[in-house]
């Protein structure tokens, strides 16, 4: 229920997001999923397509996924379920990333569109006085 929530108010953002010079058209906006037994990369492509057609959709091995989900302080737990079903449990956020690939900021739900764009502006300000 989180996720197209969350990649709807990506999808709305994205406007005014690439407005921002320092995000503009080489800023990426990524969904990945912790579920690679059953997210394939052309299942991914298409239901991130729906939010956005610039949206990036990845998934991993599953130690790729446990790397990347510890250096974001996020977490996500394979449940076993009924009749041999599972579902994968986890946090939900945004990780705002620079481009050196430090980790700035982290949203979680409820979120808006107005609040992805604003903590984007946040981040970078933050970003730029690191620089200087």
């Known amino acids: 229920d989180i996720c197209p929530t969350t990649l709807t108010s990506m999808g709305k953002a994205e406007p005014e997001l690439r407005s921002i010079p320092d995000f503009g058209e080489t800023g990426q906006l990524i ?28 998934t991993g091995a599953l130690n790729e996924l446990q790397i990347l989900t510890k250096s974001v302080g996020a977490i996500f737990l394979k449940v076993d379920t009924d009749f041999g079903e599972y579902s994968v449990d986890h946090s939900a956020g945004l990780f705002f990333i620079s481009p050196e690939g430090l980790l700035f900021s982290v949203l ?18 933050a970003h730029a ?3 200087n």
């Open 129 to 131: 006085r690191l620089l």
């Open 31 to 58: 969904f990945v999923s912790v579920d690679p037994n059953r997210d394939t990369a052309s299942l991914l492509r298409t239901y991130a397509s729906h939010f956005s057609p610039n949206m990036r959709a990845i």
């Open 108 to 125: 979680t739900p409820p979120l808006t569109d107005r609040d992805i764009i604003q903590r984007l502006r946040e981040a970078l300000e």
